[in-house]
Protein backbone atom coordinates (compact mmCIF):
# COMPACT_ATOMS: atom_id res chain seq x y z
CA UNK A 1 0.00 0.00 0.00
CA UNK A 2 3.19 2.76 0.71
CA UNK A 3 4.55 1.90 -2.83
CA UNK A 4 0.99 3.19 -4.31
CA UNK A 5 0.77 6.15 -2.33
CA UNK A 6 4.78 6.43 -3.04
CA UNK A 7 3.85 6.98 -6.54
CA UNK A 8 0.90 8.98 -6.39
CA UNK A 9 2.96 11.80 -4.28
CA UNK A 10 5.92 11.23 -6.86
CA UNK A 11 3.31 12.26 -9.77
CA UNK A 12 2.12 14.58 -7.76
CA UNK A 13 4.81 16.51 -7.51
CA UNK A 14 5.97 15.60 -11.01
CA UNK A 15 2.52 17.51 -11.99
CA UNK A 16 3.16 20.54 -9.46
CA UNK A 17 6.55 21.32 -11.00
CA UNK A 18 5.34 20.98 -14.90
CA UNK A 19 2.41 23.20 -14.51
CA UNK A 20 4.78 25.85 -12.52
CA UNK A 21 7.27 24.98 -15.36
CA UNK A 22 4.23 25.75 -18.23
CA UNK A 23 3.13 28.87 -16.25
CA UNK A 24 6.50 30.51 -16.34
CA UNK A 25 7.32 28.84 -20.09
CA UNK A 26 4.41 31.23 -21.49
CA UNK A 27 4.78 34.15 -19.53
CA UNK A 28 8.29 34.21 -21.19
CA UNK A 29 6.75 33.10 -24.27
CA UNK A 30 4.42 35.48 -23.93
CA UNK A 31 6.98 38.57 -23.05
CA UNK A 32 9.07 37.58 -26.14
CA UNK A 33 6.19 37.65 -28.67
CA UNK A 34 6.86 33.32 -29.26
CA UNK A 35 4.25 31.44 -29.73
CA UNK A 36 4.44 29.02 -27.05
CA UNK A 37 4.99 25.13 -28.39
CA UNK A 38 3.53 23.74 -25.61
CA UNK A 39 0.33 20.89 -26.98
CA UNK A 40 -2.15 22.73 -25.18
CA UNK A 41 -1.08 26.08 -26.61
CA UNK A 42 -0.97 24.67 -30.28
CA UNK A 43 -4.01 22.42 -30.29
CA UNK A 44 -5.98 26.05 -29.07
CA UNK A 45 -3.99 27.97 -31.54
CA UNK A 46 -5.22 25.07 -34.39
CA UNK A 47 -8.65 25.54 -33.34
CA UNK A 48 -9.06 28.94 -32.70
CA UNK A 49 -8.05 29.29 -36.44
CA UNK A 50 -10.37 26.47 -37.36
CA UNK A 51 -13.20 28.38 -35.69
CA UNK A 52 -12.39 31.79 -37.17
CA UNK A 53 -12.05 29.87 -40.83
CA UNK A 54 -15.59 28.17 -39.95
CA UNK A 55 -17.05 31.68 -39.61
CA UNK A 56 -15.44 32.92 -42.66
CA UNK A 57 -16.26 30.06 -45.27
CA UNK A 58 -20.31 31.18 -43.63
CA UNK A 59 -20.05 34.63 -45.68
CA UNK A 60 -17.86 33.84 -48.90
CA UNK A 61 -20.29 33.34 -51.53
CA UNK A 62 -19.79 32.43 -54.94
CA UNK A 63 -20.34 35.23 -57.43
CA UNK A 64 -20.57 34.79 -61.13
CA UNK A 65 -18.57 36.59 -63.62
CA UNK A 66 -20.37 38.01 -66.50
CA UNK A 67 -18.76 37.39 -69.56
CA UNK A 68 -17.61 40.95 -71.19
CA UNK A 69 -16.73 41.68 -74.45
CA UNK A 70 -14.30 44.48 -75.37
CA UNK A 71 -15.15 46.19 -78.48
CA UNK A 72 -12.28 46.23 -81.06
CA UNK A 73 -11.82 48.21 -84.44
CA UNK A 74 -8.61 49.70 -86.13
CA UNK A 75 -9.32 52.98 -84.87
CA UNK A 76 -9.47 51.91 -80.65
CA UNK A 77 -6.31 49.62 -81.15
CA UNK A 78 -4.27 52.53 -82.84
CA UNK A 79 -4.93 54.90 -80.38
CA UNK A 80 -4.29 52.39 -77.08
CA UNK A 81 -0.58 51.67 -78.99
CA UNK A 82 0.43 55.18 -79.82
CA UNK A 83 -1.08 55.76 -75.52
CA UNK A 84 1.55 52.73 -74.68
CA UNK A 85 4.39 53.98 -77.23
CA UNK A 86 4.36 57.35 -75.53
CA UNK A 87 3.62 55.96 -71.65
CA UNK A 88 6.49 53.40 -72.05
CA UNK A 89 8.38 56.73 -73.78
CA UNK A 90 9.35 54.82 -76.83
CA UNK A 91 8.12 57.30 -79.25
CA UNK A 92 11.06 58.03 -82.09
CA UNK A 93 8.86 58.54 -85.44
CA UNK A 94 5.78 58.40 -85.72
CA UNK A 95 4.19 58.15 -89.39
CA UNK A 96 0.63 58.10 -88.45
Known sequence: MHAVCGYSVIF???YMI?????GKYRMWAKGANFKSKLPGDVV???KKVKQAQRT???SLVEKKLAKKIVPY???LFKT???QWLV???Q???LDI
Open 12 to 14: KEI
Open 73 to 75: SDQ
Open 44 to 46: ARK
Open 91 to 93: VCH
Open 87 to 89: ATD
Open 56 to 58: LDA
Open 80 to 82: AAI
Open 18 to 22: TYQLQ
